[in-house]
């Protein structure tokens, strides 16, 4: 195809985007994924032997999942069906499902059925696809975004092998928009565009490893450029004005989402403030809710401060406070001080341990019935049954503690939930534990001493 009739591609009324007009059809343009295409690798084997088995490929946007089923299916000469979970249903699926018949009796031809969305079709619509997989009709590819091992069905996942796609680093994205510019059959090659240096690392750099995002950003950037001469020029300066108010890759409820929280939940555990504020900014920049961040800060502060540091909570509560009366971006920078304090903080997961213990326990065991001397004495009836009989009033007692007396159920007498740590505040608590325990022994050995000299009068008298 000649560079005029490239150009007129551009004014036709039947429009392909870049990327799509970008889309290699074989392995040697394919960038990317060399951990599963590369020499030698299982997947490349199998594309390069025409070798096909049904396959999930898991991997963020624009990283060449629809790219690598059309490559593997022309590979092997296979017909290719193609379906959306988004717009497609039990219908559309049939209708495809008729279609490799078609291929197999009349042609002797096998049917790639390549899904996209995979993730969004429902049980039931996934179930459909079970007995055209195991007899063969169809091998099966499909693209998530998601985690398959939580929204596909086990049936058709133990069918189909996984394979994780990764974003492209930001010389592989360059080298996409490099072969887009140069290209003159189905590219920008004819256009005479100028790209320097500094708008194409911006450009590589605001495509966050999705191929597709580049050059779609590239292509509205075009309708920007300025004439300099025979070329057109998309400096710096215009990508800006792409670029204003473009938000990363963050998907609200997917892996990103849990990932990126994990990830900064796990920095303040380990006590990092650089990454906690690093995996702050990129939520916030991806558009998550500061609300919900705010809130898992709260749960941080309890699950891995807890009594080490009891200010971490209130910092927490306060940053929450100050973002949902401020808003942003004063809300912003306390929850990035809370951030802060509590990756710094002293760290403790003794109560966040000692809750899930306590809380196994009534789950597992018997509703033990209250010990008589805690319960509460309204009525003449219930002192008459003994209830409160024997309570000690810690504040009338010596340093205002009853020491030796007994508070859980007889059952679980002795059982200790709570194991202060030796850092922070709870290095103070447990020291303070120590001494109450030892007074509980000491009065619990004076008790026993009693009992043991009562005895041996009653058998003197007797």
Request: charged residues 25%; negative net charge.
């Amino acid at each position: 195809m000649s560079s005029t009739m490239a150009t007129d591609l551009f004014t036709q009324e039947v429009y392909r985007p870049l990327a799509a007009r970008m889309r290699p059809c074989q392995l040697a343009g394919f960038y990317g994924q060399a951990h599963l295409v590369g020499q030698g690798k299982p997947l490349r084997e199998a594309i390069d032997n025409g070798t096909l088995h049904s396959m999930i490929l898991w991997g963020p946007p624009g990283v060449g999942k629809t790219t690598l089923a059309r490559i593997i299916a022309a590979s092997a000469d296979a017909h290719f069906e193609s379906l959306s979970a988004v717009l497609s249903g039990v219908k559309e699926i049939r209708a495809s499902i008729a279609k490799a018949e078609e291929q197999r009796d009349l042609r002797g031809r096998k049917t790639i059925l390549f899904v996209d969305e995979v993730h969004r079709f429902n049980k039931s619509q996934q179930d459909a696809f079970l007995p055209f997989v195991e007899d063969g009709t169809v091998v099966f590819i499909g693209a998530t975004t998601e985690n398959p091992s939580f929204e596909l069905n086990n049936a058709l996942l133990s069918r189909c092998r996984v394979y994780v796609l990764k974003s492209l680093d930001q010389e592989q994205i360059k080298t996409v928009i490099r072969q887009a510019l140069s290209d003159k059959t189905v590219g920008l090659g004819g256009r005479h565009l100028q790209l320097d240096a500094a708008a194409l690392d911006l450009l590589a750099t605001a495509a966050d490893g999705d191929a597709r995002r580049a050059l779609n950003l590239l292509e509205i950037a075009i309708d920007l450029a300025s004439e300099q001469g025979d070329h057109r020029v998309v400096d710096r300066a215009v990508l800006e004005q792409v670029l204003v108010g473009d938000t990363r890759r963050f998907d609200k409820g997917g892996d990103y989402f849990y990932d990126q929280i994990s990830a900064l939940h796990k920095s303040v555990r380990g006590s990092s403030p650089d990454a906690a504020l690093y995996w702050l900014c990129r939520m916030l920049d991806g558009g998550c809710d500061p609300i919900y961040i705010a809130r898992r800060l709260a749960r941080m502060a309890s699950e891995d401060i807890g009594n080490a540091d009891p200010r971490a909570l209130e910092i927490a509560m306060s940053a929450w406070d100050v973002q949902a009366r401020l808003g942003s971006p004063e809300g912003e920078l306390a929850l990035a001080q809370a951030v802060v304090y509590l990756a710094v903080a002293a760290k403790s997961n003794a109560v966040y341990s000692a809750f899930k213990a306590a809380m196994a326990d009534v789950r597992r065991l018997p509703s033990y019935e209250v010990p008589l001397h805690l319960r509460n004495a309204p009525t003449a009836l219930m002192k008459e049954l003994e209830h409160g009989k024997d309570y000690r009033y810690a504040h009338s007692e010596e340093g205002g503690y009853a020491s030796g007396e007994r508070y859980l159920p007889d059952e679980l007498e002795g059982t200790q939930y709570y194991a202060p740590t030796d850092r922070g505040l709870e290095k103070k608590i447990a020291e303070k534990l120590n001494y109450l325990r030892a007074l509980d022994n000491q009065q619990r050995d004076n008790q026993r001493m009693d009992n043991q000299n009562l005895d041996t009068q009653n058998k003197d008298i007797s």
